[in-house]
């Protein structure tokens, strides 16, 4: 299912693209710009982000000093790997999701709109992938977890 999920929202660059094209067609063909492109633009450039944090820790693509990684054993690779998940990820994405709910809550109570003059309605629809996305990525990091788990005290074990 993540997968998939993260299939469907991949689709964000195409659009996103298609968006860029038009508006940039607008402006510079017809002399004509319009606010409401240039903000669909940085709601969906933010949502694919976001969206794609969890699937660069998901498939192990993410940033890291390979400089060092590259050159130890699998087994230092791994306690690197549960000690930062445990230091430092855990408690970065638990935080951020725990300050970003009330963000999103409150965007959405006040009915939060853009400031520009043309802008787009529903600013909470574009705030919610950020409690989203620590979601998924907490699941993608509980999942490199597992995998450093298993690695080192064979626990949780494969199912066969």
């Not at 240039?38 to 890291?64: K, P």
């Not at 699998?74 to 998940?85: K, P, S, T, V």
């Not at 445990?86 to 709910?101: E, G, K, R, T, Y």
């Amino acid at each position: 299912m993540f997968k998939s999920l993260l299939r469907v929202l991949s689709w964000i660059w195409f659009v996103l693209i298609l968006v860029v094209v038009v508006n940039v067609t607008m402006r510079y063909v017809f002399g004509e710009g319009r606010i409401e492109f240039e903000e669909i633009q940085w709601h969906l450039y933010a949502a694919g982000f976001l969206i794609g944090l969890a699937t660069c820790m998901d498939s192990d693509n993410h940033v890291r000093v390979d400089i060092f990684h590259e050159r130890m054993g699998l087994r230092w690779q791994a306690w690197i790997e549960l000690y930062g998940l445990l230091l430092l990820f855990f408690p970065f994405v638990i935080a951020m999701f725990i300050f970003s709910v009330p963000f999103v809550s409150y965007s959405f109570a006040i009915a939060e709109i853009s400031d520009s003059p043309g802008g787009l309605p529903y600013r909470w629809v574009i705030k919610s992938f950020l409690p989203l996305s620590m979601l998924l990525l907490l699941v993608a990091g509980v999942s490199r977890f597992s995998r450093a788990t298993a690695y080192l005290f064979g626990w949780p074990r494969n199912v066969d």
